[in-house]
């Protein structure tokens, strides 16, 4: 209250023997807010929520996406600086939590108020979010990014894991450098990475264990061979309507690796028979084997230390601000 900010749960918590009306009153009625006031707030208030219809109604009487509304309601008529939601979802059912995602969606655009958003869902951190925190344990520990970047350049194999369906494919490779090129190589399997693709950052040229991770989208599949494509079996084709995903196995001397690709829908070929797989070379992500960090990312923070300690001003403060985290619109903490 002192701090203006307004919170909603996963229960509803409503008052069962009050009306719509007196449950969105009650806390502008402990402020002795005029009696007046309170009417055309409440009228407002649920007139944004669609509740106008409901306000002499008791909870009892509401779908369980109208009494959602009306806590919602209850903490938007407050007018607070900050909302904090608490998977105020997590109750409702498929159809509905996604419908109310839309309406939370609209609501945010509307209010344009700061709302953080905590839920264990990855698809409702992605819609909802203009920036994501990727929380693990109770911990900030993983990233803080926009859903964009946190989907295309996750800075660590947990967050690359954890967002996306199908998770991404992950596969043990050794990043070898050799005459200026980097190639990543398991097995048959050896793909020569982009130029713009960091270099070791072991502080030694050769070789480097890394995990190669790749998302569904762009593991290319062919029915006949193609250069540069590895022979794989067929283990499940999933026809989800438009799309289609296949599940894999890559054999080779190393031993078996399981890889979800994502197919036409008109994908022809039963479990058991051979395609031939490959990977789009710019989409790959390489994460080092025993932390878990994305190259991409070790090598920016060494580049950044070089620079500091070179004596750059300007990114050192560049530096310290970025380690300052403020909330400045709709943030989504998503953990596991």
Same mark, same amino acid.
Not at 320 to 335: M, N
């Given at each position: ?12 918590? =409503?008052?069962?023997?009050? *009306?719509?009306? +007196?449950?969105? @009153? =009650? ?27 409901? /306000? ?5 009487? /509401?779908?369980?996406? #109208?009494?959602?509304?009306? @806590? ?22 498929? *159809? ?10 609209? /609501? ?35 990233? !803080? ?17 954890? !967002?996306?369906?199908? #998770? ?11 005459? +200026? %090129? ?6 048959? =399997?050896?793909?020569?990475?982009? +130029? ?8 030694? *040229? ?54 979800? %690709? ?8 039963? $479990? ?7 990977? +789009? ?19 920016? @923070? ?13 990114? %050192?403060?560049?530096?310290?601000? $970025? ?8 943030? !989504?903490?998503?953990?596991?």
């Amino acid at each position: 209250k002192e701090r203006g900010v307004a919170m909603v749960f996963q229960d509803y918590a =409503l008052y069962p023997h009050m *009306s719509v009306f +007196d449950n969105m @009153a =009650l806390c502008l009625k402990v402020d002795k807010v005029p009696k007046d006031e309170i009417g055309r707030r409440v009228r407002e208030t649920a007139a944004i929520l669609e509740l106008e219809p409901c /306000l002499r109604r008791k909870p009892g009487q /509401l779908s369980g996406g #109208q009494q959602q509304r009306v @806590a919602l309601g209850r903490a938007l008529i407050r007018r607070p600086s900050v909302y904090l939601l608490d998977e105020p979802l997590s109750n409702l059912d498929a *159809s509905l939590r996604a419908a109310m995602r839309a309406e939370l969606k609209r /609501l945010h655009q509307m209010l344009r108020t700061t709302m953080v958003y905590v839920t264990h869902d990855q698809v409702e951190a992605m819609v909802l979010g203009d920036r994501v925190a990727v929380m693990r344990e109770g911990k900030l520990l993983h990233q !803080v990014d926009t859903p964009r970047r946190i989907y295309d350049c996750p800075d660590n194999k947990f967050v690359a894991e954890f !967002v996306g369906s199908p #998770q991404m494919n992950f596969i043990d490779c050794t990043l070898v450098e050799k005459f +200026d %090129a980097v190639y990543l190589v398991r097995g048959s =399997l050896c793909l020569k990475v982009p +130029d713009s693709f960091p270099r070791s950052t072991s502080g030694r *040229s050769g070789y480097l264990e890394v995990v190669m991770g790749i998302r569904p989208e762009h593991v290319l599949v062919s029915l006949d061979p193609q250069e540069g494509f590895v022979k794989s079996s067929v283990r499940l084709f999933q026809q989800m309507g438009n799309v289609g995903y296949v599940d894999l196995v890559l054999e080779d001397e190393v031993g078996e690796v399981a890889i979800t %690709a994502m197919v036409s829908p008109d994908f022809e070929r039963a $479990s058991g028979e051979h395609v031939f797989i490959g990977f +789009d070379e710019s989409r790959i992500h390489v994460f080092d084997k025993n932390s878990g960090r994305s190259l991409r990312v070790i090598n920016e @923070a060494t580049n950044c230390e070089r620079r500091v300690e070179g004596g750059d001003d300007n990114l %050192a403060e560049t530096k310290a601000k $970025s380690e300052d985290f403020s909330v400045d619109s709709h943030v !989504v903490q998503v953990r596991r």
